[in-house]
């Protein structure tokens, strides 16, 4: 009847989450909740059990292993933490993947730095690219601003040339003019020269004898 008090116990709790036989020692599994039921296994420290219920009292619990064997242990040497025998390999594997993940990131540290440094070297050379353009085209409107003046020198000069050249023409006709009047007076003192010799060929012979007859007769 206690039995069946028990198993009643038992069949009326709720079911635990996984629970762990703790670090220190091996256990038994019973057939029943008490010593005096037979031996079902022998469970190794770490074990994963299902609680399945308690007891009345809660000194036993009913479980069932990984491998379906069904039981009682007694509750004192179960755990609701993974014992460290369960944590260990957890926490290796775990130390192991946060070891891998800082070599990776140490990895992609040093892709950054190399790449930085690649960059800040691609940076100084397009400084330096940027300062050599910069001075060059300083240097080309320094020159295009000479060559600007230069022609306006050169279209002031070609202006002045212009309007001497129109002076010139001025000049040369009025030097045209001059010479065709020069030539113009020469020819009327040559008509005049002429007229005034025939003249004074034609009139001077006549009025010679004049004088001459007018003294013999006085």
């Known amino acids: 009847m206690a039995c069946a008090a028990c198993l009643a116990g038992a069949g009326s709790a709720a079911a635990q989450d996984t629970a762990w036989v703790g670090d220190e020692v091996f256990i038994v599994l019973h057939a029943g909740p008490g010593t005096n039921y037979r031996w079902v296994a022998k469970l190794n420290p770490g074990t994963a059990l299902e609680p399945k219920g308690t007891a009345e009292d809660g000194a036993w619990t009913e ?107 001025v000049l040369k006709a009025d030097n045209q003019r001059l010479q065709d009047k020069l030539q113009s007076s020469a020819f009327l003192d040559g008509a005049l020269a002429v007229l005034l010799g025939v003249i004074i060929t034609l009139v001077v012979p006549r009025l010679w004898p004049r004088r001459r007859s007018s003294s013999s007769w006085a």
């Open 63 to 169: 479980v069932t292993t990984d491998r379906g064997t069904e039981g009682w242990v007694r509750s004192e040497f179960l755990t609701r933490q993974p014992p460290a025998q369960v944590r260990l390999p957890a926490a290796e594997a775990r130390a192991e993947r946060l070891q891998a993940r800082v070599k990776e990131l140490e990895d992609n540290l040093a892709s950054v730095r190399a790449a930085e440094a690649d960059t800040s070297g691609s940076l100084a050379e397009t400084e330096a690219r940027l300062a050599a353009t910069s001075e060059e085209l300083a240097n080309i409107k320094q020159v295009s601003g000479r060559a600007l003046a230069l022609d306006e020198e050169n279209r002031q000069l070609n202006e002045t040339v212009e309007t001497l050249r129109s002076e010139l023409d």
